[in-house]
């Protein structure tokens, strides 16, 4: 792996992270991958779900093996504590006081149980921020209510927008949809609050619903609702003002190609590149009204033609043209996408358990402080022993005796 | 929390999300659009559905706390303008094709020589370099380059596109990130830089567990609509009840258990659940080794026990039970949602023009500290000249020929 040299944002930042699944580990990726020491506080008692999630390296499960688990967390230092033992609250305090802030995604409940709640970290930090990310917030007729994604996604309205008018509602593909909405509100807000925090030596706490944010992806329709008292139609894949507008079947198996024409211009082009140069000015298909009224016509027409050619032909074809069109990718072809390799989204790094393993790298670039792959993602409690004695400041005994009555367990 | 930042925001719809937050979190955004408006304010749905640029519920969603105005960036003077404004700002959000601003003398260079510590962010389909940087788009299409619309849809018909956009709303909110990750940099040390957001990036982030599948296991995770596959069987993921649609998947173990148990327990309390479901071991039921036969047993009364109940009864209930089971929430459910009240959620902001209020979502985030709400409504056309082009010394005479010569 390539080692970062250059200086990070956050370097010097210490977050301690009772993160956990998607939504947690996502957030503190903004932190992580550009300095920040993020600690994930893990155990082997109850290990992250995403560490006993398929899939894992050669089939076999392994608390450091799992795929899921591994792409998200380069950067990342786990610390593994058995928060049942006598001695861990204070382990936990004597690293909130060394914290910039802590962070945690679990039902509400879990850190008031441990008696790590705003008010008492205040006591230990005066200036500590807390960022609370569970699935409905910190309080409210729900909040006690698990917060797994397809669920998370259907409460907030999403599959209205997917599906056949005459058909059902249809989850996103990626069913787990909003646990990448609230990590984006949540560190731009971090941010802002540690930004606070320097110029007035104020901390605070956040409490972040994931179920609020994914409302912000949908806005105009809650506002259409509220103003207008509309539902939103399931279109398909049609767009009422854009003729061609749709996912069209090409040359393998399950290989399609998107394309969409939103003006006059676009139309003949498509013509041209489809060689039938005649319809762009039959009076069924001259404008876009017209277009729509034989949108299915339009429809088979495209498809005649791009049934014979691969995906990517068609896209070439058609983008040469400046007709907006492209590959309908799966994950494989993700992987492999000449654009997104251009823009570093994943970074293969030596992992000690997985080999040469993808994990995912930014979802943006900064031109002057590029987020660095640094080190793979963690084997459980692989940073104990740093966080105790480096940041810490415990004895290699105070260390060892710790180890001997099972608290980092 | 960030109330002394100014944003000048150029963004149209692709880009208008980055700049809500920034402003939801206290930054002064300036909407800067083309004389006579955005092209954008023609996107609906529209208020009393009017198709008018100052009725788009658009616009309205994501502008507010924005206060706005008009400059036509293409003629020399509002070129000078810009200039003068960038002097004033921390930060401009631009989501104009690739090179488009460089072309004008108003690129990230040109900027940072007017101030050294600009932060620039720009937010485009593809991003500003790259083997696709300048191919045209449109949602259907980016999403189809994003893995997403590829695994949406039923597994027997094609894949199937959200009909809201939603590419332009994962780059819009890390333009977000990424305006305040470069602006605490510079505050830490004088340094600004330019933020650059793909919409294909952001929105190909996160495929949950669909590319390390790939990598290890040689799968390609395919569509699986309305029911889900395991490696063994096909499970009912979405189903009736008697308003509507209720969504659960059968999952057993540390994840799933709890749900299930207190699922038959509550079909139970109304004679629904059978000798099969009640003799069930959750704790180690596999549903990724679960043959359809199995399946199909199980899934039978729970489909009878939904088609049975209403969406209110079980929305309740879930909550009630703490258990992972809901009905699809439609608009008004969620204008009416019983936690979004609790907590608040919505406001209502005058729209003295139209004699009206509307209803907004609040706020992201609950700050101990500082108030992140939902201030104002969107401004209306060059709404602000007045006030903001005074502040760089351009008097009503100044406004008068900026007027007529078209460049305001």
């Not at chain 1, 669920?151 to 989850?171: H, K, Q, R, T």
């Not at chain 2, 519920?57 to 960038?86: C, H, P, Q």
């Not at chain 2, 003398?105 to 620039?120: E, H, V």
């Not at chain 2, 040689?218 to 993921?237: I, N, T, Y």
Request: glycine share 8%; with cysteine; charged share 25%.
């Amino acid at each position: 792996m390539s080692k970062g040299d250059k200086k990070g944002i956050f370097d010097g930042l210490i977050i301690t992270s009772f993160c956990w699944a998607i939504v947690g580990p996502l957030t503190m990726k903004f932190f992580a991958d550009h300095g920040a020491t993020v600690i994930r506080m893990e155990t082997a008692k109850r290990p992250c779900t995403l560490r006993i999630s398929t899939p894992y390296k050669d089939g076999e499960p392994g608390i450091n093996r799992s795929g899921y688990f591994n792409h998200f967390s380069a950067n990342m230092y786990s610390f593994s504590l058995n928060m049942d033992s006598p001695q861990a609250l204070e382990i936990v305090k004597r690293l909130v006081s060394r914290s910039d802030v802590v962070m945690e995604n679990f039902t509400p409940g879990v850190m008031e149980k441990w008696g790590l709640t705003y008010d008492e970290l205040k006591k230990v930090k005066p200036d500590i921020i807390m960022l609370r990310q569970s699935g409905f917030g910190l309080w409210g007729p729900y909040a006690q209510q698990p917060a797994f994604g397809m669920i998370l996604a259907a409460m907030a309205g999403l599959p209205n927008f997917i599906g056949e008018p005459d058909g059902i509602p249809l989850p996103v593909g990626v069913s787990p949809y909003t646990d990448c909405i609230s990590p984006r509100f949540a560190a731009a807000a971090l941010i802002a609050a540690l930004d606070y925090r320097n110029k007035t030596g104020k901390g605070q706490l956040l409490d972040l619903s994931q179920f609020e944010t994914a409302l912000y992806f949908i806005m105009p329709a809650l506002l259409d609702g509220a103003v207008n008292g509309r539902e939103p139609p399931r279109l398909g894949n049609s767009c009422p003002y854009a003729v061609p507008h749709g996912v069209y079947p090409c040359k393998g198996d399950d290989r399609w190609c998107s394309i969409a024409v939103h003006s006059d211009e676009q139309w003949a082009n498509l013509c041209r590149v489809i060689g039938k140069t005649d319809y762009i000015d039959d009076p069924r298909f001259n404008t876009m009204r017209n277009r729509k009224q034989h949108e299915e016509i339009i429809n088979e027409l495209i498809i005649e033609w791009t049934i014979n050619l691969t995906p990517e032909k068609v896209m070439d074809r058609m983008q040469a043209a400046g007709v907006p069109a492209g590959v309908v990718k799966n994950a494989a072809e993700i992987s492999e996408d000449p654009q997104l390799r251009h823009r570093n989204l994943f970074w293969p790094i030596q992992h000690p358990d997985m080999g040469l393993f993808t994990h995912l790298g930014p979802s943006f670039e900064l031109s002057k402080t590029p987020a660095q792959p640094r080190t793979p993602s963690p084997r459980l409690g692989e940073h104990t022993e740093y966080v105790c004695t480096r940041i810490l400041g415990m004895t290699d005994k105070e260390f060892v005796e710790l180890v001997g009555a099972g608290v980092f367990e | 929390m960030i109330s002394g930042c100014r944003a000048l925001d150029l963004t149209d719809d692709n880009g208008f999300l980055c700049g809500k937050i920034l402003a939801d979190l206290g930054a002064d955004v300036i909407k800067i659009e083309r004389p006579g408006g955005d092209p954008s304010r023609r996107i609906g749905p529209f208020w009393a559905d009017v198709p008018h640029p100052e009725k788009s519920l658009y616009w309205f969603a994501y502008n507010s706390n924005k206060r706005g105005i008009t400059l036509n960036i293409e003629a020399a003077d509002g070129r000078e303008i810009l200039k003068e404004l960038v002097k004033t700002a921390d930060f401009v959000i631009e989501s104009f094709p690739p090179g488009f601003m460089d072309k004008l003398g108003i690129g990230y260079p040109a900027l940072s020589r007017i101030r050294k510590d600009i932060i620039l962010t720009s937010i485009t389909p593809f991003g500003q370099s790259g083997p696709y940087h300048n191919y045209q788009t449109s949602d259907i299409v980016t999403m189809g380059m994003t893995g997403i619309l590829y695994q949406t849809g039923e597994s027997d018909r094609p894949p199937e596109h959200m009909s809201i956009p939603q590419a332009c709303m994962h780059a819009g909110a890390d333009g977000a990130v990424g305006t305040m990750m470069a602006y605490y940099h510079r505050e830490m040390t004088g340094e600004g830089q330019h933020v650059d957001v793909s919409m294909q990036q952001s929105t190909a982030w996160f495929l949950a567990n669909a590319v390390p599948l790939w990598e290890l296991n040689g799968v390609v995770l395919k569509r699986s609509g309305s029911f889900r596959w395991s490696l063994s069987s096909s499970q009912r993921q979405v189903w009736q009840c008697r308003d509507g649609y209720v969504f659960f998947n059968i999952v057993g173990g540390r994840t799933g258990a709890k749900t299930l148990y207190e699922l038959v327990n509550w079909m139970d309390g109304k004679g629904m659940a059978d000798d099969y479901l009640k003799s069930m071991d959750w704790d180690n039921f596999d549903m990724w080794r679960a043959d359809q036969q199995m399946v199909d047993r199980i899934s039978k009364p729970i489909e009878k026990f939904f088609q049975a109940l209403d969406k209110s009864e079980i929305a309740r209930e879930a909550a009630a039970r703490q258990i992972s089971i809901c009905p699809l929430s439609t608009m008004e459910d969620l204008l009416n949602d019983p936690q979004l009240k609790a907590r608040s959620f919505w406001t209502e902001i005058e729209h003295p023009e139209l004699n009206t209020k509307i209803t907004y979502p609040r706020e992201f985030v609950k700050s101990s500290e500082n108030a992140c709400e939902t201030r104002f409504r969107a401004p209306l056309i060059g709404e602000h000249n007045e006030e903001i082009y005074g502040e760089i010394g351009l008097d009503k005479q100044d406004l008068v020929t900026l007027k007529q010569a078209g460049v305001i």
